[in-house]
């Protein structure tokens, strides 16, 4: 039977023990990695647009936040309901801040934000609220599209999963 041998040979190398140690090292490396460091996740949706384009597939890196604190600006998962159903949006307010929406611009703490990543606006209105101590204030780029068909606000920071990388 050479043809078994040449298959084996093939399929497991000229040392199957090593080859063995190799797939098993791999295995446990890409586990931990898109286990507990690395999330994908799926943009669905144009609220992240033209940042996101509807479809795309991003890594969250889950790790950063356990370095340093999310950051105004930062583009995060959320995680929602169950570990599957995540949104992505950009944090414009911290913990403890006093945050608005005036004529489409986003006012924290009563002075306009600088938002390079917005290219359209409508003029939405938001009442200002003031952040939890342990919340943060989520809104997606795209705020050419009405304001009721657009998901954002306060979030709890337990809820948030990480950063995007890309």
């Known amino acids: 039977?050479?043809?078994?041998?040449?298959?084996?040979?093939?399929?497991?190398?000229?040392?199957?023990?090593?080859?063995?140690?190799?797939?098993?090292?791999?295995?446990?490396?890409?586990?931990?990695?898109?286990?507990?460091?690395?999330?994908?996740?799926?943009?669905?949706?144009?609220?992240m647009e033209p940042t996101y384009r509807d479809s795309t597939l991003n890594l969250v890196n889950r790790f950063v936040y356990r370095i340093r604190a999310p950051r105004r600006g930062d583009v995060v998962a959320i995680r929602l309901a169950g570990p599957s159903v995540l949104y992505v949006k950009r944090i414009v307010a911290l913990p403890t801040e006093r945050v608005s929406i005036v004529d489409g611009v986003v006012e924290i703490n009563g002075a306009p934000l600088v938002e390079p990543y917005v290219h359209q606006r409508q003029r939405w209105n938001y009442p200002e609220v003031t952040v939890g101590p342990r919340e943060y204030f989520v809104i997606g780029d795209n705020r050419g599209m009405r304001m009721s068909d657009h998901d954002f606000g306060r979030v709890d920071a337990r809820r948030v999963l990480g950063r995007l990388l890309f």
């Open 1 to 47: 039977m050479p043809s078994v041998s040449w298959i084996r040979r093939l399929a497991l190398g000229r040392n199957p023990q090593r080859t063995l140690v190799r797939v098993a090292v791999l295995t446990v490396v890409s586990v931990v990695t898109f286990g507990w460091v690395l999330t994908p996740v799926r943009v669905s949706g144009i609220s």
